[in-house]
């Protein structure tokens, strides 16, 4: 539940099922459908007709308010019963769930890139700050420190430095 109310998904089996029987190297089904009700409130049976590499199947789905719908749960029907002679595993990801992980995926992409692009920049800058580190000269540092009114620790060391007045 979403916000107190039930999600809504529409899985599309009979997209789902010529698939599978695509795969399985079997012939696509046949649809019968029958209207039953008024004309005002119809409803739908679907006779699927299917064969596999041994015998001829037919499966009755439920009555459904629209013919696709009743297509579709007809095709449902299909698969289960395709799973008990085949080992059919079925993925569940959703078109748009597909497409936003491929967005993120871009945007994950360009974040490394310009994160390692960063970190080349900021390795070649501590590269070059040791280098300039390395070419100090300690005495000679703290002489020019001096001569600019500024005196270090009396024990020598750069853990204090004292603004001279």
């Known amino acids: 539940m979403e916000n107190g109310r039930p999600v809504v998904v529409s899985v599309q089996f009979k997209a789902m099922l010529k698939e599978i029987l695509e795969k399985l190297n079997l012939p ?11 004309d005002h409130l119809p ?6 007709r299917f064969e596999d590499k041994q015998e001829s199947h037919e499966i009755c789905g439920p009555r459904a308010y629209t013919k696709k719908d009743a297509e579709n749960y007809a095709s449902m029907r299909v698969i289960k ?9 079925v993925k569940d990801i959703n078109e748009k769930e597909l497409v936003e992980l491929k967005c993120k995926l871009e945007d994950l992409k360009e974040a490394y890139e310009e994160l390692w ?3 080349s920049e900021t390795s070649k800058e501590l590269k070059e700050l ?14 020019s420190v001096s001569s600019k009114g500024v005196s270090v620790c009396p024990k020598g060391c750069a853990c204090h430095v004292y603004q001279n007045v």
Do not use: T, W
Not at 43 to 48: A, E, H, Q, T
């Open 130 to 143: 040791k280098e300039r580190i390395m070419d100090l000269d300690p005495e000679e540092e703290l002489a």
């Open 43 to 48: 409803n739908f049976v679907v006779i699927l």
């Open 117 to 119: 692009k960063s970190l």
């Open 81 to 89: 019963h395709l799973g008990q002679y085949y080992d059919i595993v």
């Open 28 to 38: 696509p089904p046949r649809y019968e459908c029958e209207q039953n009700g008024p």
